[in-house]
């Protein structure tokens, strides 16, 4: 079972009680995490990498980072791809995809892509280049489950641009931090947006599962910030 908790449920947390809502890969296999700059996707994309390399045995991820920013810690793993070689890293992590898929490896260990600011990412390429990563980005949401291959999409806007026809709405997983606009709210939370009416703040905001489960959330503190580097760096070395 490929099952993490991963964000506390913010109403309860301010009551003193710590309850987590968790992520189920074999369930719902892909997630998108969304918000603006400084509102913490970033870190929760890291949370996520981080206990995806400690809970789940031989697992390896594989970020792509356009703004080659974040993750100046891991500069030498060899599953981390800045700025121009994004496109290399998507090529590379499809390419095991596929041969998964067709038969042509047993190697069914637990695979994460993280891309990093989509919508920078996707703006830098020229229109053929960038139509071709739609297309491997909606292969891997559509038939990547059964090969142990997921994906992490970040980016401040999600707009339908960036995807494939129906790729956004077959990403299972949800995640907003901070406050989204009404027209966020109705790309991404359409028919809950009545019940969206808490003010968030850096690190909190909106989980949705499966179109059907909303949570208001909070992304846990971590203390120990070189323990949290160190596991990201032991699944982009794997």
Do not use: W
């Not at 913010?10 to 992520?23: E, M, V």
């Not at 100046?72 to 121009?84: H, R």
């Not at 990547?144 to 299972?172: E, K, M, N, W």
């Amino acid at each position: 079972m490929q099952k993490l908790n991963l964000v506390l449920d913010k109403s309860l947390y301010y009551r003193g009680i710590y309850h987590y809502h968790s992520i189920d890969f074999d369930k719902i296999p892909h997630l998108l995490s969304t918000g603006s700059s400084g509102s913490g996707k970033t870190f929760l994309n890291k949370l996520i990498v981080a206990r995806v390399s400690l809970k789940i045995a031989n697992a390896s991820v594989t970020v792509l980072d356009f703004k080659a920013n974040d993750y100046k810690f891991a500069i030498n793993c060899k599953n981390l791809y800045e700025f121009d070689k994004v496109k290399e890293g998507l090529e590379q992590f499809y390419n095991e995809f596929l041969l998964r898929q067709q038969g042509k490896t047993s190697d069914r260990t637990f695979k994460l892509l993280v891309i990093e600011e989509l919508g920078s990412m996707m703006a830098y390429f020229d229109k053929k280049e960038v139509e071709t990563m739609k297309s491997m980005i909606a292969n891997l949401i559509f038939m990547g489950r059964s090969a142990h291959c997921h994906l992490l999409i970040s980016t401040q806007r999600p707009d339908s641009s960036y995807f494939g026809a129906g790729v956004r709405d077959s990403i299972g997983t949800v995640i907003s931090l901070g406050n989204m606009s009404k027209e966020g709210k109705s790309m991404l939370f359409s028919g809950f947006q009545d019940e969206m009416k808490e003010h968030h703040g850096q690190g909190s905001g909106y989980m949705l599962v499966n179109g059907a489960e909303l949570f208001s959330i909070k992304v846990p503190q971590v203390q120990n910030v070189s323990k949290l580097e160190y596991y990201i760096q032991q699944a982009l070395n794997r």
